[in-house]
């Protein structure tokens, strides 16, 4: 402890190890207050994948719920390596389930295998594939959002069609598919057979990782029994009988996760699609969470069936609005960061794709997503596929090229998109429509009270949306009401 390495990175305390390699927190002595989790690893030719490879592994992959690696080096002579990734602070998955007085519930437990198959279906997408072959609850983190993090990847591999069977059969007893003990090659499939030993593994108070009649009852006994049906077919012995991939598995977790988002008042729009719009700022603190939140409550003006949907897993937003509203905010839902209907708007965060297109059904009229700055390629294709696609970019003369970065990107050129500029001169509007003719430019005016917008950004809002939103006028005296007291009780 406390040795520096690179001249950069302190190291503070080991927080976790394993057969061939350490972890530790370290601090950045060139960013101060900065942490980061340094992996040592030392390389022996022949076992698992070697420290490189793994870097070369992660350095091209970039999704919320997998490791950002920041940096990699090695000693000279000594044969040890280092890897400098993200530090997420969190509890292996198996400790937060032994930690808690009462087994969680069939819904949380699908939700996590739904996170799960979330990041496994990113790695099995990549060309070649990804196999992660080492999923197991030690490299499974929930951190303090209640959300999954992959925290090891030292022996995921690229799958090759053409090899008949893995070079070096590694994993875990009790977590490795059977294939990966020889005989031939794993592939994806074998990461849904782990991630079925992780689910029953929970589900039996840490006592079973394979299938069996003890394993059954036990799991059964503990309310799993709606889970059981899916788990099994995971466990099965030939690949050939499990699911075919991680979004197939993740669909037949997502109707046991439905009760934590059913929250809508009204009743559902029964043969309809609802309409989708998508907020995305230029750049981060454009105002694309405030044009959300003002153009939901707008609509639910004239609809019970609006949801605002938050899908940067790295935004707090909602979980600020829901403890500032305090008993304003109802439905609360345990174990969600923010779950909750407020003016007769539904909040809710989502932790995958799968969650989001369940919000896509026809319980909602209006679904209005905030996309935040995220570049990552599933937000800009819903960005892309929307049936409204919202760009709020600043009006600082100083930003006027944040406009001309986003619209680079192969997805953000869309014949239905509208750029907003809040708060803007006449002037940086006229300058936007002159460069940007072939997109419509929509100042937006100042307005104190996204709950509650006022007529101004109301009109301005519909102009925005064209014919889909409400005539302006209806009634938001009780909003008013709401705003104006709690604006009395922070004065």
């Keep these: 402890m406390g040795d520096i390495l690179a001249g950069r990175y302190r190291l503070d305390r080991l927080i976790g190890k394993g057969g061939m390699s350490r972890v530790y927190l370290a601090s950045d002595l060139k960013l101060p207050g900065k942490r980061w989790a340094v992996k040592e690893c030392f390389g022996t030719e022949g ?49 937060f389930v032994l930690n808690r007085k009462e087994a969680p ?16 279906e990113y790695l099995h997408s990549r060309r070649p594939p990804i196999v992660h072959r080492d999923l197991k ?8 959002k209640g959300e999954i993090r992959f925290v090891d990847f030292g022996i995921a591999r690229k799958y090759k069609p053409e090899r008949p069977e893995d070079t ?65 077919k995971l ?26 988002l059913r929250m809508t008042a009204g009743a559902p729009l029964r043969g309809r699609r609802p309409h989708v719009i998508a907020v995305m700022a230029s ?36 979980g600020a609005i829901a403890r500032w509203a305090g008993e304003e905010a109802c439905d609360q839902h345990p174990g969600s960061t923010a779950g909750f209907r407020l003016h007769g708007v539904d909040y809710v965060h989502i932790s995958s794709k799968m969650e989001l297109l369940e919000i896509f059904t026809d319980r909602y009229e209006f679904v209005v997503c905030d996309l935040g700055s995220s ?55 006229r300058w936007y429509r002159k460069q940007w003719g072939g997109i419509r430019i929509i100042g937006l005016p100042a307005d104190g009270c996204p709950f509650c917008p006022g007529p101004l950004l109301e009109q301005a809002l519909m102009e925005v949306c064209g014919g889909i939103l409400p005539a302006p006028g209806q009634d938001r005296g009780r909003g008013i009401r709401w705003y104006r007291k709690k604006r009395k009780g922070r004065d």
């Design 235 to 260: 466990l099965r012995e030939d690949p050939e009988e499990r699911f075919a991939s991680a979004e197939e598995a993740g669909r037949a977790l997502l109707p046991i996760c439905q009760p934590r």
């Design 283 to 318: 750049v981060p603190g454009s105002g694309a969470t405030y044009v959300s939140i003002a153009l939901a409550h707008i609509l639910s003006r004239s609809s019970r069936n609006v949801a605002i949907v938050e899908t940067d897993e790295k935004s707090s937003a909602m």
């Design 375 to 429: 570049r990552r390629k599933e937000m800009m294709e819903e960005f892309s596929r929307a049936d409204l696609s919202i760009l709020v970019t600043p009006g600082a003369a100083w930003r006027l090229d944040d406009l001309a970065a986003f619209m680079e990107h192969p997805l953000a050129a869309k014949g239905n998109m509208v750029c907003c500029v809040p708060m803007a001169s006449s002037d940086v509007i």
């Design 105 to 120: 519930p069939a819904q949380e437990l699908a939700r996590f295998g739904l996170q799960i198959c979330e990041g496994l």
């Design 47 to 95: 076992i698992g994948v070697r420290p490189e490879e793994e870097a070369e592994l992660l350095i091209g992959l970039s999704h919320p719920r997998l490791p950002q690696i920041v940096d990699f080096f090695q000693l000279r002579d000594s044969g040890y390596s280092y890897l400098v990734m993200d530090y997420v602070e969190g509890v292996h998955l198996d400790r």
């Design 137 to 144: 609850p030690s490299n499974l983190l929930v951190d303090g």
């Design 168 to 232: 070096i059969q590694l994993g875990t007893v009790g977590f490795a598919a059977p294939e990966q003990y020889g005989g031939r090659q794993s592939d994806g499939r074998a990461d849904l057979y782990s991630l079925g030993a992780v689910l029953l593994y929970l589900g039996t108070g840490c006592r079973y990782s394979s299938w069996s009649e003890a394993a059954d009852r036990e799991f059964r006994s503990r309310g799993y029994g709606e889970l059981r049906e899916a788990v099994f």
